[in-house]
């Protein structure tokens, strides 16, 4: 008889291999990265800060005295211009001859503009209320990176993922180029993905609403709580949200009447033209656009000259979804709907939680690079430590991740998990290509499409039947 395993032998072999494979691509990538990006601006003066985010120059300020260096960091100095008219929704004219900026934040979303304003009220002054902003905006950024290394030795490999997912990662140096408080989120969809299906029953519900009422689009991070069978912890998350949300519009100077048909105006206003360029951007190729209605035009564009029906009748396509930028983003959202409500597999926790963390960011018309900051989230629950570890729990497979069980499934569920790692990698290395030194990288808008084939392939592997994908479904709820 063989003696029995030390401990050491026990934990090892129960490793997730999913973790090393998401390093591994990670690190390949950023080698990559690197090599592409020394090119592109060394040899075809290409601007990084152009390529992954936006213009550093953007005219928001003066940044002599508001900003760093010639960056006015524009997604936060535009929310503090509204915030000093009479109504956040007044109309606010960029400079003389320029079309009026629409105001697409709801109250709730400039909750951190508020908290800036106060600090540069009591007497820092803009600069410094900036600066404080930014480094909080950072440290929620930074959230997934240092909770994959909770609780992990010291060598320094454990030690990778505040790199690779952390400071050095596409999503973080483009939200922080921006400044954009969508960033807060983050530490909110890294709660609710955690408790979604844990103990206490009221993390996940109280993290939802912190997410939505930063961007009200993440209430569809409830999708995950639906698919674990948790009906009440999803009413009661949603009526917080309109409580809360419907009590800002209330607030805030203007009129509560006044204030949610002008925001209603400007958010239809933002997703037609920014700036006044004219060109409807859910088509537009000038900026890095994830969201499922772009990749429909992008599709579209493939089979622009294509022989018979598909060059005739397909790129009539991008028409339409001008016409009806809303309307791709809604099918989807309701195509997952059904499916966790109703798919035979919808409690498979990796298709569970890859639906609800990626289908917020590509439902609405426009959906910025920056808001690649989910799959932070998604690459933190691939490498784990499991949730476990919250508990105190540390023994073997404290530290596996969400797909640590998809080894020993199907072939399918394993193709999906690659497909999925694919994605996270080009997702989170930045990658500078672009056809000329002003477009957004090329490789970067692509990654709307890649993501929407991601989902639904995802949505149809959940009405696959749980013995077919291999896989153990977490189970029923006793009704929380």
């Known amino acids: ?23 591994t691509l990670l690190i390949g990538l950023f080698a990559v990265g690197v090599v592409v990006g020394w090119a592109s601006t060394s040899y075809f003066g290409r601007n990084p800060a152009a390529v992954e985010s936006f213009a550093p120059t953007d005219g928001w300020c003066d940044p002599a005295s508001q900003g760093l260096g010639v960056h006015c960091f524009g997604d936060f100095q535009v929310p503090r211009l509204f915030l000093e008219e009479d109504s956040p929704y007044d109309a606010i004219y960029p400079a003389p001859g320029v079309a009026p900026v629409p105001n697409p934040y709801t109250p709730t979303s400039m909750a951190p503009h508020v908290f800036a304003g106060a600090v540069e009220w009591v007497g820092f002054g803009q600069r410094t209320s900036m600066v404080v902003f930014l480094v909080l905006l950072a440290a929620a950024m930074l959230a997934p990176a240092l909770w994959s290394i909770l609780g992990r030795p010291g060598r320094p490999r454990d030690w990778l993922p505040l790199l690779l997912i952390g400071v050095a990662s596409g ?17 909110f969809i890294l709660l609710f993905a ?80 920014l700036d006044g360029i004219g060109v409807p951007l859910v088509a537009s190729t000038e900026f890095i656009n ?62 569970a939680l890859v ?19 989910v799959v932070l989230v998604l690459s933190a629950l691939i490498l784990g430590p499991s ?44 990658i500078l290509i672009t056809s000329d030194a002003t477009t957004q990288s090329t490789l970067k808008g692509l990654l709307g499409v890649l993501w929407l084939a991601v989902v639904i392939a995802t949505l149809v592997l959940a009405w696959v039947r749980p013995r077919a994908l291999g896989l153990p479904v977490a189970p029923a709820p006793d009704d929380r």
């Open 387 to 430: 949730a476990r570890v919250l508990d105190g729990d540390d023994g073997p497979g404290a530290r596996d991740g969400i797909f640590a069980g998809i080894e020993r499934a199907s072939m399918p569920m394993r193709a999906w998990a690659w497909v999925v790692l694919a994605a996270v990698g080009l997702s989170v290395v930045p």
């Open 194 to 273: 955690l408790y979604a299906r844990r103990r206490p029953d009221w993390v996940a519900p109280v993290a939802l609403v912190g997410a939505a009422l930063i961007r009200p689009q993440f209430i569809l991070l409830a999708l995950a709580l639906l698919a674990f069978g948790r009906i009440r912890s999803t009413l009661a998350a949603v009526g917080a949200w309109l409580a809360v949300s419907i009590a800002a519009f209330v607030v805030i100077p203007g009129g509560f009447a006044a204030n949610l048909s002008g925001w209603w105006s400007d958010l239809a206003d933002f997703q037609d033209q």
């Open 1 to 23: 008889m063989a003696p029995p395993a030390t401990p050491s032998v026990a934990a090892a072999a129960t490793t997730d291999p999913w973790r090393r494979r998401l390093l």
């Open 171 to 187: 999503p973080f140096l483009t939200m922080m180029d921006r400044g954009n408080s969508a960033g807060f989120a983050v530490p």
């Open 290 to 351: 994830i969201s499922a209605a772009h990749a429909l035009t992008v599709i579209d564009d493939w089979f622009t000259g294509a022989p018979g029906f598909l060059g005739t009748r397909v790129p009539m396509l991008t028409d339409w979804v001008v016409a009806h930028p809303v309307v791709p983003g809604a099918v989807l959202a309701l195509a997952a709907l059904v499916t966790v409500l109703f798919a035979p597999s919808r409690r498979v926790a990796p298709l």
């Open 355 to 373: 639906i609800a963390v990626i289908v917020p960011v590509l439902t609405q018309a426009l959906s910025f690079a920056y808001y690649l900051m």
